[in-house]
C-alpha cells in the first residue's frame, strides 16, 4: 500500500511560486501514474496535474488553467513528486492533493486515483 504526504504549501503573494513535495513510503516507481489535485472551499476537487510513466518515457498532464505556470515531476529515487507552481494567482488557492496508482480514464478523474495524501495548503493573497 502506498501513502503519501504532500509538502510545500503555504502562504504567498500574487505572482510568487511555491514547491509542493509529495514523498510515498512505498517505491514510487511502482506506480505509474502519479497526480495533483486542488479543491477551493464550496468547489469539487479538480485535477491540476499528472504524470505518467511507462517504460522510460513520461507523459504530463495539466489543467488549462495552470498550463504554463505549474511544472510536475517526479524522482523515483527519492519516491517523490514535485508540484513548481510559478505565477500564482489568487483563483489557486485550495487545498492541494497528492494521489497515486490511476485506473483507466481521463487524468484528471479523481475518483479512479486509489490513493491519496492528507493534502498541503495553498493560499495566494491578491
Known amino acids: 500500500q502506498v501513502h503519501l504526504v504532500e509538502s510545500g504549501g503555504g502562504s504567498v503573494q500574487a505572482g510568487g511560486s511555491l514547491r509542493l513535495s509529495c514523498t510515498a513510503s512505498?517505491?514510487?516507481?511502482?506506480?505509474?501514474?502519479l497526480g495533483w489535485f486542488r479543491q477551493a472551499p464550496g468547489k469539487e476537487r479538480e485535477g491540476v496535474a499528472s504524470?505518467?510513466?511507462?517504460?522510460?518515457?513520461?507523459?504530463?498532464f495539466y489543467a488549462d488553467s495552470v498550463k504554463g505556470r505549474f511544472t510536475i515531476s517526479r524522482d523515483n529515487a527519492e519516491r517523490t513528486v514535485y508540484l513548481q507552481m510559478n505565477s500564482l494567482k489568487s483563483e489557486d488557492t485550495a487545498m492541494y492533493y497528492c494521489?497515486?496508482?490511476?485506473?483507466?480514464?481521463?487524468?484528471?478523474?479523481?475518483?479512479?486515483?486509489?490513493?491519496w495524501g492528507q493534502g498541503t495548503q495553498v493560499t495566494v493573497s491578491p
Open positions: 504524470i505518467h510513466t511507462y517504460g522510460q518515457a513520461e507523459a504530463t
Open positions: 494521489a497515486a496508482d490511476k485506473g483507466p480514464g481521463t487524468w484528471s478523474d479523481a475518483t479512479l486515483y486509489n490513493y
Open positions: 512505498s517505491y514510487v516507481s511502482e506506480t505509474r501514474w
